[in-house]
């Protein structure tokens, strides 16, 4: 089935279908509150207003004005207003020009249509298919609900978009002024529902640098719960993302409702349950350090959150964000492409390399089948360390003679292509560029900025301050041939103060910073539409759909140690596509731990994402060198299934502490592959149980074994042979794969399964 919207003009009933999940909303009372009625499995009937359970109170306000509170105060907002009986957070705080804060927000119109609006300036999913390239707006359908609050002269329009191959519904907002005086929105969520409370459970993803989004399951208790960022990025701590499942979700079972927000910045996501058990949850740019100041007849739209439904537990959920990330949000032509096997020389050389060191890594690469040399940090002006050099986008000769085009020349006669790494929204206090304009840098005036990994963010709410960082990307990029950006970001905003900025405006400057940021952005996949983007954050901490939008893939984390990375990319990958995980196999002990795990597994886990190597490839032994075309010829194999396929997490080695296991399916259940991780090796233990996924009942399958390759891993009759019988789809789901203990800590097996 595929996705549309109808109306029951009568009793002011919408009902918004994806393929599997149905929306139902409502107007109610003479006053027309917008009102949540159901949110779950598809159903066929539009008149289910019995659920907003208003007649069992009596208290609607036209009935009862007396009680007035009583239904403010429990009825299921659509877009809560603030401060006229309803006491739970509202979605919408403005400051009107005397200085009030009241907001209702009733019902004016409604618009039903194809296609689906553009947020101006803002990332967001798109109504085509994006492998088609073809631009069909009649893939979107949206609802477009427009609310005002008559007293203040506030509009606020509410659009629900749908797509006909995603459980998605999109939702943003519009909020205009049209009021003859100023207003100061100093709140405005992107999203907010009431829903019935049902015992859900909260999960999130918590973390810090180096170990990013960690999945957190809690029970939900009364009061507001919430997550989020002040940090002027989306962050290492916590995630613009949420999910509510009932408690007996798993990986295949249970409701599961996902909450995505389509943005980088600081971020707001809450619920709040009821002295009713009920949840209201929120999400949209977090209030803490906001303000926009609107003026008569100016629009704030705020950035989009998308919202997932699935009765098949939290994998269905997680199938349904990686569709719709993958069709319609990420725009890059490498989408669906083979991306280059890059080598990336930070954990190889830090910060102390020249050009003979990166072409000993070149050749070496080349011979092993890598594809592409990354140079990372350290190759401009006066930076041997980080505590310089940051907004001097020069070349620094001493390093490099002859600059990046001799150097990127070489290393394409060496037959790799190039990439090179910038932070673009950053300036040491040590530069030049520091010293001609301090006043670029975002800081209180009389305050001395904090100062983090040495650095100052540019205030980039300033035009000049833009346009100046533009230029310094642009001009890098055309001064060679360079196919590859790493846009690092390395510290978070503070001090918030804008030179550029008036005494009324400050409260804009993270809103207009993040803008400036997709801005620039913008401007460069424009121009550089074959450029390959990287984006980054000191490791992952800005890893969004916000960023999404404009490259590809996104560094992870700065952890690349194969068995932490386990949790990292699990973690990652509730959410976003495989395809979208920067993942690199690196040296040993681990940098960031200290931990030595084999190469393969080091591997096998890279494959799990966009896969490269960070290490100094010269310096590694002759063993591990080796094992490098192994590697690629893998990578080559599996990358398109791994990009597109469907995926599947059979064991979670947070969970067990004892295993990992994940399964990409192909979407035509012809092919997959197994990639399991036995962590701490276990004495006399048995075989483990593995349960495929994704596969077609009645096709026979034959079981692969791609590692290890010196004798069977899961046992059949005549061990040591890989004489199995082809099994059905069925049988195998049913019944499991055996995988045999391994002998050692750490150890990996990759197995595929294809139709016989
Ligand atoms: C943080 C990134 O995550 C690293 O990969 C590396 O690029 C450093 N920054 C360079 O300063």
């Keep these: 089935m595929s996705a549309c919207i109808t109306v029951d003009k009568d009793k002011r009933i919408y009902k918004i279908d994806t393929p599997n999940t149905s929306y139902v909303l409502g107007i109610f009372d003479d006053e027309g509150f917008p009102g949540h009625i159901y949110y779950g499995e598809r159903i066929p009937d539009t008149d289910v207003a019995y659920l907003a359970r208003c007649s069992e109170y009596a208290f ?395 650095q100052y963010v540019l205030d980039l709410s300033d035009p000049e301050v833009e346009e100046y960082v533009w230029n310094a990307i642009s001009s890098v990029l055309h001064s060679a041939n360079i196919e590859y950006l790493k846009w690092d970001m390395n510290r978070q905003l503070t001090d918030l103060g804008s030179a550029c900025l008036s005494d009324t405006t400050q409260g804009e400057l993270s809103h207009r910073y993040m803008l400036a940021v997709y801005r620039l952005q913008e401007r460069l996949v424009n121009e550089f539409p074959e450029l390959l983007l990287e984006n980054c954050s000191g490791g992952g901490a800005r890893f969004d759909p916000g960023m999404l939008y404009y490259g590809p893939q996104i560094w992870c984390s700065d952890d690349t140690d194969a068995i932490e990375r386990l949790k990292i990319q699990e973690g990652t990958a509730i959410v976003y596509p495989l395809c979208s995980m920067g993942a690199h196999v690196s040296d040993c002990p681990n940098h960031a731990l200290g931990r030595i795990t084999p190469f393969e597994t080091r591997g096998h886990v890279a494959l799990a994402g966009t896969f490269g190597y960070e290490l100094d490839i010269t310096g590694i032994s002759e063993r591990e060198r080796d094992l490098i075309p192994e590697q690629v010829k893998d990578y080559h194999r599996f990358s398109g299934l791994v990009r597109d396929g469907d995926y599947y997490r059979l064991a979670s080695y947070s969970e067990n502490g004892m295993y990992d296991c994940w399964e990409v399916a192909s979407k035509d259940g012809k092919e997959a592959l197994i990639t399991y991780v036995q962590v701490p090796a276990k004495v006399n233990a048995g075989s483990r149980r593995i349960f495929p996924k994704g596969l077609c009942d009645d096709k026979k399958y034959i079981i692969k074994q791609i590692f290890p390759d010196e004798k069977q891993v899961f046992p059949s009759e005549k061990d040591g042979e890989n004489d199995m019988q082809p099994l059905a789809g069925e049988t195998l789901m049913k019944t499991g794969i055996l995988i045999k203990n391994q002998w050692g800590d750490y150890k990996s097996v990759l197995l595929q399964i294809i139709q016989a």
């Excluded at 207003?81 to 400051?95: C, M, P, Q, S, W």
């Excluded at 069909?136 to 506030?154: F, I, M, Q, R, W």
């Excluded at 949209?284 to 950035?303: C, K, T």
Aim: with cysteine.
């Design 60 to 454: 609607m306000p036209s009935v009862n004005p007396r009680d007035r509170s009583s239904f403010m105060d429990r009825f299921a907002f659509e877009y809560p207003g603030n401060g006229v009986g309803d006491f739970r957070e509202g979605a919408i705080l403005v400051k009107d020009a005397k200085g009030h804060e009241c907001t209702q927000l009733t019902f004016v119109s409604d618009r039903i249509y194809d296609g689906k609006p553009e947020l101006k300036g803002l990332p967001q999913t798109f109504g085509y298919i994006s492998s088609g390239k073809t631009k069909n707006d009649k893939y979107a359908h949206s609802l477009e609900l427009e609310l005002a609050d008559p007293v203040t002269g506030l509009r606020v329009f509410v659009t629900y978009s749908v797509y006909d191959d995603s459980d998605a519904i999109v939702r943003s907002v519009r909020i205009i002024n049209s009021s003859p005086a100023d207003m100061i929105l100093e709140k405005a969520m992107s999203f907010a529902m009431d829903m019935d409370s049902d015992d859900y459970e909260l999960i999130t993803l918590h973390g810090s640098w180096a170990r990013e989004r960690m999945i957190d399951r809690r029970p939900m208790g009364y009061g507001k719960t919430s997550v989020g960022s002040i940090r002027g990025e989306s962050s290492h701590q916590e995630h613009p993302f949420m999910a509510l499942v009932s408690k007996d979700a798993d990986q295949d079972r249970g409701n599961a409702y996902g909450f995505s927000f389509v943005y980088s910045g600081n971020f707001l996501a809450q619920v709040e349950k009821s002295q009713f058990d009920s949840l209201r949850v929120m999400m949209g740019i977090n209030p803490h350090n906001f303000e926009w100041r609107l003026g008569p007849g100016e629009e704030f739209p705020a950035p989009e959150v998308v919202s997932v439904y699935s009765h098949d537990g939290i994998g269905g959920m997680t199938r349904s964000f990686h569709d719709l990330f993958r069709n319609h949000l990420i725009r890059s032509p490498y989408l669906h492409r083979e991306r280059p096997i890059l080598i990336n020389n930070w954990e190889a050389t830090y910060f102390d390399f020249n050009t003979d060191k990166l072409i000993a890594i070149a050749k070496e690469a080349k011979a092993r089948g890598i594809e592409m040399l990354v140079m990372d940090d350290g190759w401009f002006g006066k930076r041997d360390d980080d505590n310089s050099g940051l907004g001097d986008w020069t070349v620094n000769e001493k390093k490099l003679p002859g600059g990046l085009e001799r150097l990127v020349s070489e290393v394409n006669k060496i037959g790799l292509k190039f990439g090179i790494w910038m932070e673009p929204e950053m300036v040491s206090p040590d530069s030049d560029l520091y010293r001609a304009h301090p006043e670029w840098a975002i800081a209180v005036p009389d305050r001395d900025p904090c100062r983090a990994r040495n």
